[in-house]
């Protein structure tokens, strides 16, 4: 945006002297002004009123008063003395009014009234124009009155007296007044062809009305357009004169015809009866029974009163040009009858309304709906002729019952019975082994029930009607205590309720399933044997006689479900000799004390020994006195020069449990050589002095040589024998505990209860003590039972057991349901078809442990009480009565009339019957009958002249079909046979002949295949019904259906029966069947992957096959190898339980030998093996790697051998223990002792040994570690459900090692972890259908497209792996086709006017039977009426049969209108955007045709009728749009109107912008919303802007933004919408309407302007002057600078400055100083 000058013109300054004028002399306007105000003294002061205080008075009524305040005030709003108003213009301040009490509330009301039209709000805003656009409707205001009456009489009172009790009702209320909505019709016909062959004529074209104009829209256009056409001269004269028939006057008697009646009667005298009368009384009693029969057949009926009239009619010579003329101009014919009988019409006439019946509703209950109640009235007359139809004899309105004794209404509950048992097989899967053994299983399971719908509120509702009924007996008179209705009593049975429909409840239906859970059973497990104890007496008390036996045991390690009475036996005994209660135990032997206080040589060791029990338990000494104690033990401590053996081993473990013949139990022991004696080198000494002496034997002096001689090698070991008692083990073996049996000496009595309120429901309490036993044997290993006294008896197990005895639970059933209804149905002959009904009842309950069993009975059934006759009614048709003609007066001038006879009219009485024949009320026939017969028909007296036939014969039979014609035959009458115009046959046929039937019949397969449908039979059902996908068969093999249509040879659909077909094409189909995923078994687990401390061991399933067909998922696989599934948890290995074994030392090999004294360095090896250990000791080689190779004791050792004399010591000793924390300052020790001392002057070693402790090496910590949780570990015989997860602690070392638990346990360490937790898996629940529905009724009564369906629900979806629900939870198959009959009207007849040209006449319709397919195609073909006779007689909804209507047939040159259009379509009368409807309507319209160019002056006016749709549809909401195009070899655009279903139409579009003629538009305007203007532009229409592309046209058309005016009154932010086209219309507000606030009034209540108006008015004159400066130095700076420029530019004379707008556009503006100053300056 830029502002620039164009021409150099010069500005001149003008003195400001005259602006400060202009200042002053508006200020003083201002304050002579206010001065004026201020001089007239009481102007500025009014009076002000307060609001009217609360009615006062001692009495209600008139004489009460109120009072307000009343002050002065000034216009600016503050309070001022009253002298300062005019005291003769004081408002009172006190008036009388009514004062209300409450008791006015039932005498007075607020009277509405009725709204008044819809006023638009710019009518009622003076000033304001209607907008000259409508979109999508106008708001308006709608008024009514409102006023305060008095109930009794009507009359108005005060509106205060009803605001004390309730506000005012509105008065205004906002309304909607849609759019004018124009006429619119349709396009025109094509030209009719010229009205004349010859001559001048016409042709016109004609449209029909589509939308008539509704609110204020423009008219109707003509619906005809004419065009004169000459198709050339006429050749003769033109017809000038027709004879034209008016219409038939209305039906009236005859005037004459009573007095004619009257002298009839007077002409006959008294006696003209008697002598005509029959004396026989014979004769006379036949003519009497004539009489009444003819009475009868009459049927005199009081509901109608028919009596036969006449009606003329004129027939007049007309001109063509619609004059009428003489007769004698129109050429001579016979003149058609211008008298007929008629029924004289009678309107419907009723009796008034009887009183209103019961309600339907009997009982409260304000959330069910409502009742309702009817009243009828009675025909008195019917209509007769074109009389009034009768209304409808009924109506209902809604009710709800009135009293204080209605009872409560019927509340309906869902019930189930019990859980059935908890089965697990129903959650094994299809490849579970399990599934043909469900022996044991456990775990979670499922259980079922069955929901049944039962009324909630019986009891009580019995009770109040048994109250009802007492009070009606009149029990109620003395007084009574009160009894407790049923629903609040404290303690009550539950009893069974009574089952009702199940569509009688309502609300969520409970789950008929639930997960359960079968505790799994735990087994007993229990501890290796434990090592043969002594031989013990059975019972130390009683010693006497008994022989002994040793014992062993074993321990429950895991308490078994049921008590230690399931687990194996405990105590093994084996018979044994010399048994002894108390024997001594060696504890250990002190030091060898050598004998006479030597220091060395034999001596003896002192047993340190316990006296224990057969238990081993330490008792008193003093027990064991019967028994020797331990003797000392002989014992050598070696010399110097001794030989030194080691001690004993400890003896190993015994080879056999037990001894026989053959094999004998053997224990051993070992010891080693620690050092030689001295004496191997000193005997060569010994033998050499025995040779050289001479000695007979070798001296005995070693001591003085040498020591003890070492023991050769079989000296080293010992063996003994061991377990010498027999291989006879005996135990007591126990049986099962047997059922447990009432125990007759407990005192409480075991008998059948019911569940009671507080009782534990499942019935699975204890009610008594009982008994169990079991059965107790000895039994010898190996062998079988043996004699009790085999086994000893202290061990031995009871035989009886208390135990708690269950309840004992009868079956509950409900009581039988009502009976089923019994509809009555007829077949086609009106029999009544016999049918059964049912009930039944449910277990609830069923019975156990020893209970009253159910009843075998559950569903009982009967035949239906059936009544003899079929319910329904018919219409009853008697005698036509005598043909009855007009009156011969009448027909006296009439050409060719005879007097007795011509055509007439005949009447005929109707009655109601039932079927059976018997006599009805007639408002039964009008009810429940089909269409009442007629009542009067045409008939003709034949004449002499006439000729007179037989009726028609029955056609002849036909010998077969589509062979020959079969004929129909009547005859001449009378006199007719003489007659030869009666003989013409073409006039009077006297036989009919036609071709035979042909009934060939061809059917064919129409439509889709059905689903695939099991058979009905066959299936497999659960427990309680319900039904588990995957236990019942829903797959295999089923069928497919087709439906078959059957045609005749005409292409005629008819029943399929006639192709000997049921309906249907079957084929066999399959379903495939589920498979579910198949995995292989599980592996073995494996070893644990650690053999000391805690590791995990595993197993794995591999994926063999993939679920199909909905099977059941397979579990989440590896995501490694996506075809496994592992398992893993951890496991605990004991430390112990492989150990390294080490054999004694080998003898020394010396390597350094000292051949005197076989001593020095020498190597001991020996053999190490690793052995599995057990409880009795290691036991059997295993692979070295099981053991720890870190503890493997060392397989060879050097060291020194010693030497004779010297010291010899033990093995070292175990090292102590390093005290924690482990530090270098810290040591652990080990010792050895002397066993052999040394000789004088040689020393023994340290026998102690000491290292510092240093960490992870000869010291460590120890702490626990916790493994991870395991997989929820489930009961081999379990599926899914409770389980346990695990896990480990471990002791582990600080280098990491994992240790035996003991090294923690020793110190005490915390365990502060929970090692076991209950868990949950998820059970594999299968999908849970319900039944299948029963099939729905056909979607069509008949057709080829009908479809049945039935549906099935997901009881309870598929859970965990659980095998889900099938996609398809809906059936159809095709419903038989059945042909579609109707009724229909044929195509009206032609006018028909008798004998003559034109006039008034009767054109004919029939009413013919159809058949179609239903499809809507076509109209269908015409079959034989009976096909039709079931159906009501009614056309299209229609029961209103026309066959006949009055129609006009113009004369030659006569404009008259056309015959009715056919009604158009519903159109919606609504606002498309704002989802606004005002209705439907439809239309239909006559259009004026002419047929003489000079008539049409006379043509009548057009005319059209529109009526509200009643379908529940409604009518579709059309949009009008323009339309243009460029017409193929054309130039201009061709513009028209076209409705949004594309159908072309006039009227409808907007008049205000209708597309221009685009042939001046240079691009022709292609936009949305775009015109072409008269300046040859495009632009858009009203309420769009125009966006130009770069190039200046016109790009597209933009919708104007909304801007959005809140008013001040809006208290709910409600915001009117305008388009932002004149935001500055004004708004005057109006009384009932907001409009906007000025919340600064500038005029005071006098209507004068306020003080600060002027101000306000001052400054904003300054702030202009200020302005005005501003702009003035601006241009002097461009006029200075302009001055600069003159030389180097041309002048301007204009002096004009344009400023350049954003879209280029100029806005000019002249500067008059800056001409002056260019005209100065180019001076």
């Not at 309502?506 to 399933?513: A, H």
């Not at 008193?620 to 053996?645: F, I, Q």
């Amino acid at each position: 945006m830029g502002l620039r000058w164009r021409g150099a013109g010069t500005l001149r300054k003008r003195t400001e002297g005259s602006w400060y004028l202009l200042v002053t002399l508006l200020l003083f306007c201002g304050f002579w002004k206010a001065r004026t105000q201020t001089d007239d003294g009481k102007s500025v002061y009014f009076w002000e009123t307060g609001p009217w205080g609360r009615c006062m008075g001692s009495d209600c009524g008139p004489g009460g008063s109120q009072s307000r305040a009343v002050w002065c005030a000034h216009v600016d709003g503050w309070t001022t003395l009253h002298t300062n108003c005019d005291q003769g213009q004081r408002p009172s301040n006190q008036r009388n009014c009514f004062r209300v009490c409450d008791w006015h509330k039932d005498l007075y009301d607020w009277q509405l009234g009725a709204w008044n039209e819809c006023v638009p709000v710019s009518a009622r805003t003076f000033g304001a124009p209607r907008p000259s656009v409508c979109s999508g409707g106008e708001e308006g205001i709608q008024t009514r009155e409102v006023g305060c009456i008095l109930k009794s009489d009507g009359s108005p009172a005060e509106d205060a007296i009803c605001e004390y009790f309730e506000p005012k009702p509105r008065l205004e209320q906002a309304c909607l007044i849609p759019c004018p909505q124009d006429c619119v019709v349709s396009e025109y016909s094509p030209w009719t062809s010229c009205s004349k062959t010859c001559g001048t004529g016409l042709m016109n074209r004609v449209r029909s009305v589509l939308v008539p104009p509704l609110f204020g829209g423009a008219v109707c256009p003509n619906l005809t357009e004419f065009q004169s056409c000459k198709p050339g001269p006429c050749t003769g004269p033109e017809g000038m004169y027709s004879l034209r028939v008016g219409s038939w006057s209305p039906c009236a008697l005859p005037q004459t015809r009573p007095a004619r009646q009257v002298k009839r009667r007077k002409g006959k005298g008294p006696g003209l009866r008697e002598r005509t009368g029959v004396k026989d009384p014979e004769t006379r009693e036949l003519i009497q029974k004539k009489r009444t029969r003819n009475r009868l057949n009459r049927q005199e009926s009081p509901f109608w009163d028919i009596q036969v009239g006449y009606q003329t009619r004129d027939v007049v010579c007309t001109h063509r040009n619609g004059s009428s003329v003489g007769r004698n101009l129109c050429t001579p014919r016979d003149l058609p009858p211008t008298v007929q009988s008629c029924v004289l019409p009678k309107d419907c006439q009723l009796t008034d309304w009887v009183d209103w019946g019961p309600c339907s509703k009997t009982c409260v209950d304000p959330e069910s709906p409502g009742g309702a109640r009817t009243r009828s009235r009675r025909v008195l007359q019917f209509p007769v002729g074109e009389g009034e139809e009768c209304p409808p004899l009924e109506e209902s309105e809604p009710c709800e019952p009135q009293g204080d004794g209605v009872p409560p209404c019927a509340t309906y509950t869902w019930r189930t019975t019990e859980w059935s048992d908890c089965r697990v097989d129903v959650l094994l899967s299809q490849q579970d082994r399990r599934r043909s053994n469900q022996t044991g299983l456990c775990g979670g399971g499922l259980q079922t029930r069955e929901v049944y719908c039962v009324q909630a509120n019986a009891e009580l509702l019995t009770y109040l009607n048994d109250l009802r009924e007492k009070d009606k007996a009149g029990q109620t008179q003395r007084p009574q205590k009160p009894s407790v209705p049923p629903l609040l009593s404290i303690t009550f049975q539950i009893t069974a309720s009574r089952p009702v429909e199940n569509k009688l409840c309502e609300g969520p239906i409970p789950n008929r399933s639930q997960l359960c859970q079968i505790p799994c059973p735990i087994e007993c497990e229990v501890s290796p044997w434990g090592a043969w104890g002594p031989c013990t007496f059975e019972n130390c008390d009683d010693q006497a006689g008994k022989k002994g036996f040793k014992l062993r045991k074993r321990q429950i390690t895991n308490e078994p479900t049921g008590g230690p009475g399931n687990c194996p036996h405990l105590v093994e005994a084996v018979p044994c000799d010399e048994p002894s209660c108390y024997d001594w135990r060696l504890v250990g032997l002190d030091q060898c004390i050598p004998d006479d206080e030597k220091t060395c040589g034999p001596g003896t060791q002192i047993a340190q020994v316990q006296c224990v029990n057969s238990n081993g338990e330490e008792v008193d000494r003093s027990l064991c006195s019967s028994s020797p104690a331990p003797e000392p033990v002989r014992c050598e401590v070696p010399c110097s020069r001794d030989c030194v053996l080691s001690d004993w081993t400890p003896w190993s473990t015994c080879s056999q449990t037990c001894s026989s013949k053959t094999i004998e139990g053997k224990q051993m022991r070992t010891r080693s050589i620690l050092a030689y004696n001295a004496g191997e080198v000193t005997a060569m000494v010994v033998a050499w002095i025995t040779v050289m002496e001479g000695l007979s034997r070798v001296p005995k002096f070693p001591e003085l040589f040498g020591g003890a001689l070492c023991p050769n090698s079989s000296a080293l070991q010992e063996v003994r024998n061991c377990n010498e008692h027999a291989c006879t083990v005996y135990h007591w073996q126990t049986g099962p505990w047997g059922p447990c049996t009432e125990d007759p000496s407990a005192s409480a009595l075991n008998t059948s209860v019911a569940v009671r309120v507080g009782a534990n429901v499942d019935g699975q309490g204890p009610c008594s003590t009982g008994m169990q036993t079991r059965k107790v044997i000895c039994v010898r290993v190996n062998v079988g039972q043996v004699p009790p006294k085999k086994c000893p008896d202290g061990p031995r197990p009871g035989t009886v057991r208390s135990c708690q005895l269950p309840c004992k639970k009868d079956c509950i059933v409900t009581p039988f349901s009502d009976w089923t209804p019994c509809p009555v149905t007829c077949d086609a002959a009106g029999n009544v078809m016999k049918k059964k009904q049912s009930r039944n009842r449910l277990i609830i309950q069923l019975p156990s442990n020893g209970g009253q069993d159910c009843p075998e009975v559950l569903e009982e059934e009967r035949d239906c009480e059936a009544p003899k006759v079929c319910p329904g009614f018919r219409w009853k048709t008697h005698k036509w009565r005598k043909c009855q003609l007009v009156p011969w007066f009448l027909r006296l001038d009439s050409p060719g009339a005879q007097e007795t006879c011509g055509p007439g009219l005949q009447t005929r009485a109707v009655s109601c019957r039932q079927l059976d024949g018997t006599q009805a009320d007639i408002s039964e026939c009008l009810k429940f009958a089909k269409a009442m017969p007629p009542i009067t028909q045409r008939c003709q007296l034949p004449c002499q002249d006439d000729c007179q036939l037989t009726n028609w014969s029955k056609f002849s039979s036909c010998t077969a079909d589509c062979v020959g014609v079969r004929t129909r035959k009547r005859a001449l009458i009378g006199r007719s046979k003489k007659k030869d115009k009666c003989k013409n046959t073409q006039m009077y046929p006297l036989s009919e002949t036609q071709y035979c039937p042909c009934d060939k019949y061809n059917a064919q397969p129409v439509g889709n295949w059905s689903d695939c449908i099991l058979p009905e039979g066959g299936r497999v059902e659960s427990i309680l019904g319900m039904k588990v996908q995957g236990d019942i068969k829903e797959c295999g093999q089923g069928y497919r259906y087709q439906a078959m249509v059957c045609y005749d040879q005409d292409n005629r659909l008819v029943e399929t029966s006639r192709c000997n077909s049921h309906g249907y094409i079957e084929e066999a189909c399959i379903i495939p069947c589920p498979s579910d995923c198949k995995l292989s078994e599980w592996s073995n687990w494996s070893r644990c992957s650690k053999s000391c401390g805690s590791g995990v061991k595993v197993r794995s399933k591999w994926l063999r096959e993939k679920p199909y067909n909905g099977g059941r998922p397979c579990p989440k696989l590896d995501h490694i190898n996506q075809a496994q599934v592992y398992e893993v948890v951890p496991c605990q290995s004991d430390c112990n339980q492989y150990v390294w074994v080490a054999e004694p030392w080998s003898v020394w090999k010396v390597s350094n030998v000292d051949l005197k004294e076989n001593c020095g360095e020498g190597v001991q090896t020996r053999k190490v093996r690793c052995m599995l250990n057990t409880i009795d000791g290691p036991s059997d080689p295993v692979e070295d790697y099981l053991c720890d190779p870190e503890e493997m004791p060392l397989g060879a050792r050097e060291s020194r051998l010693p030497c004779p004399e010297d010291c010899v010591l033990n093995d070292w000793g175990p090292w102590s223990r390093c005290s924690l924390p482990c530090t270098r300052t810290i040591s652990r020790v080990r010792a050895a002792y002397t066993i052999r001392s040394p000789s004088v002057g040689r020393q023994c070693p340290d026998t102690a040994d000491k290292e510092p402790c240093s960490l992870n090496l000869n010291c460590f910590n120890y702490f626990y570690n916790i493994t991870d949780w395991s997989t929820c570990q489930l009961s081999p015989n379990a599926v899914c459900g409770s389980g346990i997860k695990t896990r480990m602690l471990d002791c582990v070392r600080s280098d990491g090692k994992s240790v035996d638990l003991k090294f923690c346990e020793e110190l005490n360490l915390e365990k502060k972890w929970q090692m076991n937790v209950s868990c949950v898996v998820e059970c594999p629940v299968n999908c849970q259908l319900s039944e299948w529905s029963a099939w729905s009724e056909c979607s069509q009564t008949c057709g080829l497209e009908g479809k049945m369906w039935r549906q099935r629900s997901v009881v309870q979806a598929s859970q965990g792996d659980g095998r889900p629900c099938p996609p398809q939870m809906e059936h159809w198959k095709p419903c038989p086709v059945r042909p579609c009959y109707r009724w229909q009207y044929s195509p009206w007849s032609e006018c028909r006017v008798e004998g003559v040209v034109c006039g008034h006449g009767v054109r004919y319709r029939n009413l013919s039977c159809s058949v179609s397919d239903g499809s809507g195609d076509g109209s269908g073909s015409l079959v034989d009426e009976e096909l039709c006779s079931s159906l009501e007689m009614a056309v299209n909804g229609d029961k209103q049969i026309t066959l006949k209507e009055a129609c006009t047939l113009p004369c030659p040159g006569e404009c008259y209108l056309m015959e009715w259009s056919d009604w158009s379509p519903c159109v919606s009368v609504c606002v498309k955007g704002a989802g606004v409807d005002f209705g439907s309507v439809q239309v239909r319209s006559r259009a004026v045709m002419a047929q003489e160019p000079e008539n049409l002056q006379l043509c009548p006016d057009q005319a059209w009728e529109s009526r509200p749709c009643t379908g529940e549809t409604g009518g579709e909401c059309y949009e009008y749009k323009w339309m243009s195009s460029v017409p193929p070899n054309s130039t201009r655009l061709a513009v028209w109107c076209q409705r949004s279903d594309g159908l072309n139409v006039t009227g409808g579009c907007s008049p205000m912008n209708p597309p221009g003629d685009n042939s001046s538009c240079d691009p022709p305007c292609l936009m949305p919303k775009s015109f072409c203007s008269e300046a040859a532009v495009c632009m858009c229409e009203e309420g769009y802007t125009e966006v130009l592309s770069p190039t200046g046209q016109l790009d597209q058309c933009a919708p104007i933004p909304v801007l959005e005016i809140p008013t001040a009154g809006d208290k709910k932010a409600d915001v009117k919408t305008s388009r932002a086209i004149n935001p500055t219309l004004p708004s005057t507000v109006q009384p009932g309407r907001t409009g906007r606030t000025w919340y600064l009034q500038p005029y005071g209540p006098d209507g004068k302007l306020k003080m600060w108006v002027y101000g306000v008015a001052a400054g904003a004159f300054v702030l202009l002057i200020f302005i005005v400066s501003m702009i003035y130095l601006a241009c002097s700076s461009y006029c200075a600078m302009v001055r600069r420029s003159l030389k180097a530019q041309e002048s301007d004379a204009n002096g004009t400055a344009v400023w350049m707008g954003q879209n280029a556009h100029e806005l000019t503006y002249t500067c008059p100083d800056c001409q002056e100053l260019a005209q100065s300056g180019s001076d």
